[in-house]
């Protein structure tokens, strides 16, 4: 009877073992040991340049060992690499504007099986990810840049849509919510069926190229609504050198300094944007939000403008949606400083 009482001792033992080692989260030391890294698609597009002032800023304000690490160039392979190195260097958080979502997500498992928690920006689609930021409802922002080509183009004309890569999620999406937009709202516009979609690989010499390629392929194309920050600069190249100014329009995301000149020559009527800076610092707001074990829920405030009333999308318990975009055009377009 003893012996089978000590067994059973042992046993209780061994499933108290296991259980708490179940429901056991990883150990996260000091707030000063953490570790909190910002991964952007690159390390020398403009875009996320302006990201990493924004997370300098975060760590010099926050005391904490934030900081970003790109790839040298837009390459969803590197960017897995570096993400694979990071986990071998059992970093506290991992924070990521994802080349191509699909090919990203085993890389993004490994890191949240080892308990690293993993924010995301502009990967929506992702799955293995704790939450993803997206600085507004992805299909407002698309149905914004669709108003001002619409505007441009007079409400009525054939136009196509170009982003940066047919996997990239958020270009997609506001194209998406561009196209929807014009079909409620604009039905004098048409969109272009032999192209309705075309890339621009992130790269403004692309972008312009296959614009001027576009319009003398197409002579009734009126309009290019762009997604990627190097689309609607591109398009704009493109309408200058052609002639056709007043005649062809464009319309997209796009950093103020380096279209202030496209702006104030009314090559581009506005173009659409949210802070990068304030989006790098959201994310890493929301990676120490959770390392300190706080319960994220809407309205989520991280102390970030733009990011002061974030919401979850609907039917969505990991994408979070703020309030940031701005309008940058030729009578503001100097008073951003970046």
Known sequence: MKRIFA????????????ACAKTA?????KESDWEIVVVPKDATNPWFVRMDVGVKEYAKESGLNVYQKGTPEIDATLQSQLIQDLIAAKVDAICVVPVDPGSLEPVLKQARDKGIIVIAHEGAPLTNVDYDIEAFSNDQYGAFIMDNLAESMGEEGLYTTMVAHVTNASHNEWADGGVKRQQEKYPNMTLLEAEPR??????GDIAYQTAKELFKKYPDL???MGTSSYDAPGVARAIQELGLEGKVFTSGTGMPADNAELLKAGAVK?????DPALAGKAMAALAVKMLRGEEIKDPVDLGVEG???????????????GE???????ENVDSFGF
């Open 307 to 321: 990011y002061t009333n974030l919401k979850f999308k609907e039917g969505s318990s990991t994408v979070l949606e």
């Open 324 to 330: 940031g975009w701005i309008v940058i055009n030729a």
């Open 7 to 18: 067994i059973v001792l042992v046993l209780l033992l061994v499933f108290s073992t296991a």
């Open 270 to 274: 506005a173009l659409t944007l949210w």
């Open 198 to 203: 075309v890339e621009s690989e992130d790269n």
């Open 222 to 224: 009126k309009g290019i």
């Open 25 to 29: 989260g990883p150990a996260k030391g």
